[in-house]
């Protein structure tokens, strides 16, 4: 919390959340993302240890993609 508390700026508090749950996760990747209102689409805000390619692939994706992110975008 004191890491949120000292942001400034949407930026700094979505780079806070992925570098605290990649952290808290021990996990090497790791990503925020919002849905985009009126669509079925999400758009990743921040993430952390993707190759380039990867990052340009997914910088915005359908919320029919597999995995967890897309199943609690659609779910809640």
Same mark, same amino acid.
């Given at each position: 919390?004191?890491?949120?508390?000292?942001?400034? @700026?949407?930026?700094?508090?979505?780079?806070?959340?992925?570098?605290?749950?990649?952290?808290?996760?021990?996990?090497?990747?790791?990503?925020?993302?919002?849905?985009?209102?009126? $669509?079925?689409?999400?758009?990743?805000?921040?993430? $952390?240890?993707?190759?380039?390619?990867?990052?340009?692939?997914?910088?915005?994706?359908?919320?029919? @993609?597999?995995?967890?992110?897309?199943?609690?975008?659609?779910?809640?």
């Amino acid at each position: 919390t004191a890491a949120l508390a000292a942001t400034r @700026s949407a930026a700094e508090v979505a780079e806070v959340v992925v570098a605290q749950a990649v952290a808290a996760t021990r996990a090497t990747t790791g990503m925020l993302a919002l849905r985009v209102a009126g $669509t079925d689409e999400a758009v990743i805000v921040r993430e $952390t240890g993707f190759s380039d390619d990867v990052r340009m692939a997914y910088r915005r994706f359908p919320l029919t @993609s597999p995995g967890p992110a897309c199943w609690v975008m659609r779910h809640g």
